[in-house]
């Protein structure tokens, strides 16, 4: 076939949203001289109709405005993560709310552009948000220090967007997120994008003993204690030029986050026993999987320290909400496994990576990865088939299934679901869709 002869590529088809009839046929031109294909409505009403009757010919790209008459451009961006096959969302919002659109990233938008709208920006974001829905490449995003992150799903993008637009500032970053969604590796890819040139220091707050956290935060002065006989920096120290990333910091006791104020207020660290503050320069990156919000209503946290944290919170998606990365995601971790693990490339077949997809995974990309490797070890062959998976998401002899780990969980709770969850490592959320799923609703009855 000649290059005459061959068929063009089909334009990308663009929905916009957009209720001013001016700016709204601006640019639909705009992007129909530029190439691509274009529907306009004037409402978020009219485009969740319009995505819900896409046909064979589904969108590529919606472009909305987050003020809208009705419904906002939030449900546009609901009704794009929730389409088949899910369409990358832009908003567009006024000079100067940015926050806004902040939130609207945080809800799964790709990208955002701000009014008054410059022609070239436009053709700009279109692109690279195009590029980034579409290109096989674009679902690996590696940080410098060789730190990678897999999916394409739009609102993992969104909150590697967000990473990429914040990692060069000062600004504390709260990530968000159940456990095992990846929030330490969001952590070391924002290190290693900000330029800081210290090390990377993690703490698990809920994995050191509470006699010992402010220790291990803080450090000590020699004879500040019994058996005290050196001077002992602390993570703030180790981290001195660099970031201390806090995981679980929801489970910091109230007398340590007091101490945690002050060095986020004045930069300043005081080691046990001694009687200097000093001063650090450290990026703070926390983490959850708990509502700090609730926790603070309910008096365990402390409402000024909430504040200082959640100057820009990044929201991780649960894999069960981005099933569409499950393959992709299954692929990378089996060539990292097998080269763990000494054994030779390991290929998985589509049948297994189907019974992945339908499988409850609500300890998220880690379960993931802790059935892969129980399955590579156990398959005697280069090839994951489905039974091979069967064999290794079957609970191990002894331990307990999900559904028996919810009951215990909420039996131990005496039905106090936000205890329950953080019980369990879980978000609410996710506690819900598994007491929805198992139709424990109403359990434990007394």
Request: hydrophobic share 45%; aromatic share 4%.
């Amino acid at each position: 076939m000649t290059p005459e002869m061959r068929p063009r590529p089909r334009p990308a088809r663009i929905l916009v949203v957009e209720d001013r009839e001016s700016l709204r046929s601006l640019l639909q031109r705009a992007l129909v001289e530029e190439g691509y294909e274009v529907a306009a409505v004037e409402s978020a009403e009219a485009a969740i109709a319009a995505l819900g009757a896409a046909g064979p010919r589904p969108f590529d790209l919606v472009l909305t405005d987050l003020k809208l008459p009705g419904l906002s451009g939030l449900e546009v961006v609901r009704a794009g993560r929730e389409a088949r096959p899910p369409v990358a969302v832009v908003v567009m919002t006024a000079y100067g709310t940015v926050e806004a659109a902040v939130e609207a990233m945080r809800r799964g938008a790709l990208d955002f552009l701000e009014k008054p709208v410059e022609i070239e920006a436009l053709f700009d974001r279109v692109s690279r948000a195009l590029g980034i829905a579409a290109a096989d490449d674009d679902a690996v995003f590696e940080a410098p220090d060789g730190t990678r992150i897999v999916g394409r799903h739009p609102r993992l993008r969104a909150a590697l967007h967000l990473l990429e637009r914040v990692a060069p500032m000062e600004t504390t970053v709260l990530l968000l997120g159940d456990s095992g969604t990846g929030k330490e590796l969001f952590a070391r890819a924002l290190h290693s994008l900000s330029g800081r040139q210290g090390a990377f220091v993690a703490l698990n707050c809920a994995a050191i003993p509470e006699a010992l956290l402010e220790n291990e935060l803080f450090g000590h002065e020699r004879g500040a204690f019994t058996g005290a006989d050196r001077r002992q920096e602390g993570r703030f120290e180790a981290a001195r030029g660099g970031t201390l990333f806090l995981d679980e910091i929801g489970e910091l006791p109230l007398g340590v986050q007091a101490k945690l104020l002050r060095v986020l207020e004045d930069r300043v660290v005081e080691r046990i026993g001694g009687g200097r503050a000093e001063k650090v320069d450290v990026r703070l990156v926390a983490a959850t999987n708990r509502d700090l919000r609730e926790l603070a209503e309910a008096g365990g946290f402390r409402r000024d320290l909430l504040y200082r944290l959640d100057v820009f919170a990044i929201e991780l998606p649960a894999l069960e909400d981005r099933r569409e990365d499950i393959g992709l995601l299954a692929r990378a971790l089996l060539r990292h496994l097998a080269a763990k693990l000494g054994k030779p490339a390991v290929e998985i077949d589509d049948a297994a990576v189907a019974r992945l997809e339908e499988a409850a995974w609500p300890g998220n990309v880690r379960e993931l990865s802790n059935v892969l490797e129980r399955a590579l070890i156990l398959s005697p062959t280069n090839r994951l088939t489905a039974g091979d998976l069967e064999t290794a998401l079957r609970p191990l002899a002894g331990q307990p299934s999900d559904e028996q780990r919810v009951r215990e969980a909420l039996l131990a709770a005496e039905g106090d679901r936000e205890a329950a969850a953080a019980s369990l490592g879980w978000s609410p959320r996710t506690l819900r869709r598994r007491i929805k799923d198992y139709g424990l609703e109403g359990f434990p009855k007394y």
